[in-house]
């Protein structure tokens, strides 16, 4: 189907439509630093719902990340304040666990925030989860946003986190990034805009 015909309610419940939402990015990216989305991102809808599919490093025991701009892309360096924490479970179910991550949260940084924790780079590993952004045209309130992900570690554990924040910006943010902390990554990115 083509881009922006996707309007069903998709996030809806028994059959009641949360508004339109529209497929405008979907695309399959093969070892490449980074994944750019610099256009379709504007006052035209209130949410943003982007999703990545097996997310897959090419380096070992590195971080799915993310950051915005406010100037199309020639910079992502916005100021932002977020919280992060996971539940985990080890493969061989030697341990598992609920913690607050303190080490990668932000607070007024301008660094890209982790949305995964130590991803392996193995044929059978990769992320995949959404992140929701809200009113990023604004020029009044800053830019709230959540996130949930899923990956297999470089250490063989399963991975939820749960990532909050917002961009500390009253201007719009037409653009957003993702890339590894280190190295290239494959995988699919969508985003859907919501009225």
């Known amino acids: 189907m083509p881009l922006g015909t996707h309007k069903a309610a998709l996030f809806g419940v028994a059959g009641v439509s949360t508004g339109d939402v529209v497929l405008l990015h979907d695309q399959d990216y093969s070892d490449v630093a980074s994944a750019s989305i610099t256009s379709g991102i504007d006052s035209t809808y209130g949410e943003y719902i982007f999703k990545f599919y097996n997310i897959n490093p090419a380096t070992d025991n590195t971080d799915f990340t993310f950051q915005g701009s406010i100037d199309a892309g020639s910079n992502y360096n916005v100021e932002m304040t977020t919280t992060f924490f996971w539940s985990y479970l080890q493969e061989s179910d030697a341990n598992e ?72 910006t009253t201007d719009n943010i037409d653009a957003i990034q993702f890339k590894m902390s280190s190295g290239n990554l494959d995988g699919t990115i969508k985003m859907w805009g919501v009225k």
């Open 97 to 168: 666990g609920l913690a607050y991550h303190a080490g990668s949260d932000q607070a007024q940084g301008t660094s890209f925030q982790k949305l995964t924790h130590e991803s392996g780079s193995d044929a059978d590993q990769s992320c995949s989860g959404e992140l929701y952004l809200f009113n990023p045209s604004s020029t009044t309130y800053v830019k709230h946003f959540y996130a949930r992900v899923h990956n297999a570690s470089a250490d063989d554990k399963s991975y939820d986190h749960f990532i909050a924040g917002y961009f500390n």
